[in-house]
C-alpha cells in the first residue's frame, strides 16, 4: 500500500502555499477576479495539451453552499441504478483519494490508481518540460476528467469545488447544471452578498443547458434566472411538498419512506431526482420508483450524518458552514430529542466560526474542542475557538484537545450508554476522527482484493 501513497502524496508537491499563509491576505475584489480568470485561462491551457480529457464521456456538474456532495453521489446512484455505468467526483475526501475517484459507488482499486497516476503524470511531466506550472486544485480536477475519459463511462457525475464560475470543473461540457442552493460561505473569495456568491454559482450555466435549482431565496434566484436568461437555458426549480412528493414536469415521486439518513437529505434527494427525471424526459434514462428505492438503499455518502457506532451513539458530520450546521443540529433535534449530547468540533481558518458555534452551543451539553491537520489550510486554534464558546454559553462544559483521537477517548472514558458524540465543523476533522472505525489501510486491502 506504500506505492498507493507515494502516488497520493505526489498530489501535495504542486501545493505553492503549503502553509496556507495566503488564505489571511486581504483580497481586492478586482484583482482577485483577474487572478481567477488568469489561472482559469491557464487550466484551459492544460485541458488542451491532455487533448481534452473533459469531452469523452456525458456529463452533469453539482454546485451550491450545501448539499451538493450529496446530490452528486445520488445522482451517481440514480443513474447507476438504471443500468448505466457512473463515475462521480466528489472533493475533499475525507481519509483516502481514492473516494474522489469511484464508479457505480465503489472506490477504485489502489492499483488502478497507481497506473492511472503513472500515466497521468507522464504528461505532467512532459507540461513541465515546456516550462509551464500545474496547480495542486488542476492537477486533481485533470486528473479525474482523465480517469473518467478513460474508465469508459456512459455519465461522470462532477461536484464543483468553492464557487463555480471559475472554478476548474467549470470546462466540463456538462448537459445539465444543478445548484443546490446559494448561502453564506467562502465571503473572502466568493464576496459577502448573496448576489455575489450567487453569481459565482451559476456561472456553470452553459448555453442552452438545462438547469435544477433547489434555490429558494429571492437575490439567489434573480442571479441563476438572470444567467439563465443570458445564456438561453432552461431552468427547473425542485418541487417538494410537505407531504414529501417530488413533483416533476411529468411524474409524481414519493420518497418520505427512503432510508436517508439526515432530514436535511430530503431536499437533496428531490434535487437528485428531479435533474435524474430531466434526463429520463430527454435521453433515454431510466427512472421510476423501484429505481429510486435501489439506489437510495445502496446509497452511502460517508461523513454526512454517518452513524458510526451506537451506545454510546457517534455520529460524524462535516458541516462547515452556518448553513450545514444549521440544518445538521435541526436532524440531531429530531433523531436524538432528550439525549445528553456532546460535540467535538473544530474549523478550518477563514471560515464563520461564531455563527456556526452559536448553533452547536443551542443544543450541546458539553463541547470538545479540537482542530484539523491538513496541509495548506491552517486550523482555528482550539483555544481560540473556547474563548468564542465561552462567551455564547458561559455555563457549557468545555475541554480542549490538540488531537480529535484524544478528545474521542475523553468521551468514552465518561459517556453512558445513552449518551450521544456529535463530531463535526470540518470535512477533515471528521476524516481524522473516522479512522478510529474504519482503517484506511484495512480499507485499501479490502479494496484491492475485493
Known sequence: MDAYYREAEWFFTLLTDPEGTRRFEPKDPAARRARYEASFREFGRFLEFLEHPQTRFRSLQIAGTSGKGSVTTMIAALLSASGLKVGDHTSPYLQ????????????????????????????????????????????????????????????????????????????????????????????????????????????????????????????????????????????????????????????????????????????????????????????????????????????????????????????????????????????????????????IVGIISGKAAEPMLRTLVADCHAILVSQPHVIGKPAQPPDELAATIRVLAPNLPIDTFERVDAAIDHFMATASKTDVLLITGSIYLVGEARERWYDSRATLRQLEHG
Open 96 to 343: 483516502l483519494a481514492l473516494e474522489k475517484l469511484r464508479i457505480d459507488g465503489q472506490l477504485i482499486k489502489p492499483s488502478q490508481f497507481i497506473t492511472l497516476m503513472t500515466a497521468f503524470r507522464s504528461c505532467v511531466a512532459n507540461w513541465h518540460a515546456r516550462g509551464e506550472t500545474l496547480k495542486y486544485g488542476h492537477a486533481w480536477v485533470a486528473f479525474t476528467f482523465f480517469w473518467l475519459a478513460r474508465a469508459g463511462v456512459d455519465w461522470g457525475v462532477v461536484e464543483t469545488g468553492m464557487g463555480g464560475r471559475f472554478d476548474p470543473t467549470n470546462y466540463l461540457p456538462a448537459e445539465l447544471a444543478v445548484i443546490t442552493n446559494v448561502d453564506y460561505d467562502h465571503v473572502r473569495s466568493l464576496g459577502g452578498t448573496l448576489s455575489s456568491i450567487a453569481w459565482h454559482k451559476a456561472g456553470i450555466i452553459k448555453p442552452h443547458q438545462r438547469v435544477v435549482t433547489a434555490a429558494t431565496k429571492p437575490e439567489t434566484l434573480a442571479a441563476i434566472t438572470a444567467e439563465v436568461r443570458e445564456k438561453s437555458a432552461q431552468l427547473r426549480r425542485v418541487k417538494l411538498d410537505r407531504d414529501l412528493y417530488v413533483h416533476t414536469n411529468t411524474s409524481r415521486y414519493f420518497i418520505g419512506d427512503l432510508p436517508l439518513q439526515g432530514a436535511y437529505q430530503t431536499i437533496n434527494a428531490a434535487t437528485a431526482i428531479t435533474a435524474v427525471d430531466w434526463l429520463a424526459e430527454c435521453d433515454g434514462v431510466s427512472l421510476d420508483d423501484d429505481v429510486i428505492r435501489h439506489a437510495f438503499t445502496q446509497h452511502r455518502h460517508p461523513g454526512r450524518f454517518e452513524v458510526v457506532q451506537q451506545q454510546p451513539v457517534v455520529v460524524l458530520d462535516g458541516a462547515h458552514n452556518p448553513h450545514k450546521m444549521a440544518a445538521l443540529m435541526a436532524s440531531v433535534r429530531q433523531q436524538f430529542s432528550g439525549r445528553r449530547l456532546t460535540c
